[in-house]
């Protein structure tokens, strides 16, 4: 593995469960992490790594747990995902416009002790199991229809939903990540997408 790569492992503190290392939680269907051979292991760039380790102190503070449920993702699997689902606004064109393939992002979401997910207004990647199944047989309307759930800038009342969204959002901001206002799961190094950052073959 590059060198500039560190593993999260699971532990007191972190849950590694990659949305495409399984069928779980996966909107693509196929179980893209373990076909290549990266399987349920999360890395990500030194220097995420230096960042993420700063949310400790609350999760200890609130007894919570981080969830990683996306972090590197080799080229090769984003091509895979693309070809799986090709429409626009799932996947990035090419791994060089995918944070992910930089190692500089993390799709991340807060659970409570036992390991359970905290309320959001969607799952991680607004995975929904008919949704996803309407998607991967190319419709896409109604997943479309709902993805703005998945916004910052989504807002209904002052749910605990809504409330989740926003403390990980001031958290993550707090040790200097940043955000992406269509999916509020996914934090990425500011300079993440900069010449600092070349894509990392696996
Ligand atoms: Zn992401």
Redesign the pocket.
Known sequence: MDKNLVEIKSDDYFIVDMMYASLKNNMTGVAVYEEIGLGNRAFVHRDLWERLQQVIPYLKGHKLKLKIG?AYRPPLAHKRLKEIIPQPGFFAASPERSQ?CRGT???VCLCDEQGVELEYPTKMDAFDANYAKEVQSGQTEGFLKYLPKAHHDYADAETPAIKNRQELKRLMESIGLSSINH?W??YNLPEGNSDKYPLIEF
């Open positions: 996306d992910h992002a993390v799709d999916e799961w996914h």
